[in-house]
């Protein structure tokens, strides 16, 4: 006897319920997740202390200065930004730069963006921050006293880090805290860059599936979620197409078999 199209039509609905309902499960989980989370604890923020504030009593000299000094040890085409900021009670000048590199393979020139930290009161450059200093500048940040836990240098990361996309190299400073929290600390800027701790790692890794973006967690637009999308359209369309023959074959059976008095 061959089937009939009532059968098909929820045979299908029921596998799509089933595999699109188990990411329906996580993005549930994810959205209670996040609506429900404090986004200052998750950013950090009650870890944060403000940054220092710098005297107005120095004396500066020119940013002009600065950039001669840095032209006599390395080209510099475009300026990004130049910041004044403070290094562990010291002003000074951050000064982010792209130079045109000659590559002899192609004979082009590529781009290169260069950082520089130079003396604000003097106009003397310095290196990037030792590891020693950007602990130093972590633990100003960090609000409380915790003990240093581990130091780690990075100089690369991968697309599921949670200091992807941000300055390299730089320090990851974690401290003996209930959070577990860690400050990164970019060595070529001498700033603090993130804070992050473990009620941000959870919002991330539930991000990542929430996002399905299982390459870099970050990009709500991949085909995968496409996908889904679609894959749900055809589950809502396939449940209202059941309804509707369910209902058009009941009203059959009480049209063939009418109820006697």
């Given at each position: 006897?061959?089937k009939?199209?009532h059968y098909y039509i929820r045979k299908?609905?029921?596998?799509?319920g089933?595999i699109?309902g188990?990411?329906f499960?996580l993005?549930t989980?994810?959205g209670?997740?996040?609506?429900?989370?404090?986004?200052d604890e998750?950013h950090g923020?009650?870890q944060?202390?403000?940054?220092p504030?710098l005297?107005?009593?120095?004396?500066?000299?020119?940013p002009?200065?600065?950039?001669?000094?840095?032209?006599r040890?390395h080209?510099?085409?475009?300026?990004?930004?130049?910041?004044?900021?403070?290094?562990?009670g010291k002003?000074?000048?951050q000064v982010?730069c792209i130079s045109?590199?000659h590559?002899?393979t192609?004979?082009?020139?590529?781009m290169?963006a260069?950082?520089?930290?130079?003396?604000?009161?003097?106009?003397?450059?310095r290196?990037?921050l030792?590891?020693?200093?950007?602990t130093?500048v972590?633990?100003r940040r960090?609000n409380?006293?915790?003990?240093?836990k581990?130091?780690e240098?990075?100089?690369?990361?991968?697309n599921?880090?949670?200091?992807r996309?941000?300055?390299l190299?730089a320090?990851?400073?974690?401290?003996?805290?209930p959070?577990?929290?860690t400050?990164?600390?970019a060595?070529?800027?001498?700033?603090v860059?993130?804070?992050?701790?473990?009620?941000w790692?959870?919002f991330d890794?539930?991000?990542m599936m929430?996002?399905?973006d299982?390459?870099?967690?970050?990009?709500f637009?991949?085909?995968l979620?496409r996908?889904?999308?679609i894959?749900g359209?055809?589950?809502?369309?396939s449940?209202f197409?059941l309804?509707?023959?369910?209902?058009k074959?009941?009203k059959?059976k009480?049209?063939?078999?009418?109820?006697?008095?």
């Amino acid at each position: 006897m061959a089937k009939s199209k009532h059968y098909y039509i929820r045979k299908t609905h029921r596998w799509l319920g089933v595999i699109l309902g188990i990411q329906f499960l996580l993005w549930t989980i994810g959205g209670l997740y996040f609506s429900w989370s404090n986004m200052d604890e998750v950013h950090g923020d009650f870890q944060k202390k403000n940054a220092p504030l710098l005297s107005s009593d120095i004396s500066l000299v020119s940013p002009t200065m600065v950039l001669d000094t840095i032209r006599r040890v390395h080209r510099i085409d475009s300026i990004v930004s130049i910041q004044l900021i403070e290094i562990l009670g010291k002003p000074f000048y951050q000064v982010r730069c792209i130079s045109a590199i000659h590559n002899e393979t192609n004979h082009e020139h590529d781009m290169q963006a260069m950082n520089h930290l130079a003396d604000a009161e003097t106009g003397d450059l310095r290196g990037p921050l030792t590891k020693e200093e950007a602990t130093e500048v972590a633990k100003r940040r960090f609000n409380g006293e915790p003990e240093v836990k581990s130091v780690e240098y990075l100089t690369g990361t991968n697309n599921h880090h949670e200091y992807r996309e941000n300055p390299l190299p730089a320090y990851a400073i974690t401290f003996e805290h209930p959070s577990k929290a860690t400050v990164y600390v970019a060595s070529e800027l001498g700033t603090v860059q993130k804070f992050r701790n473990n009620k941000w790692r959870i919002f991330d890794f539930l991000w990542m599936m929430h996002t399905m973006d299982y390459e870099g967690r970050d990009n709500f637009g991949n085909n995968l979620l496409r996908f889904f999308s679609i894959f749900g359209l055809v589950t809502v369309l396939s449940g209202f197409a059941l309804f509707f023959v369910s209902t058009k074959r009941k009203k059959k059976k009480t049209t063939h078999f009418p109820t006697l008095n």
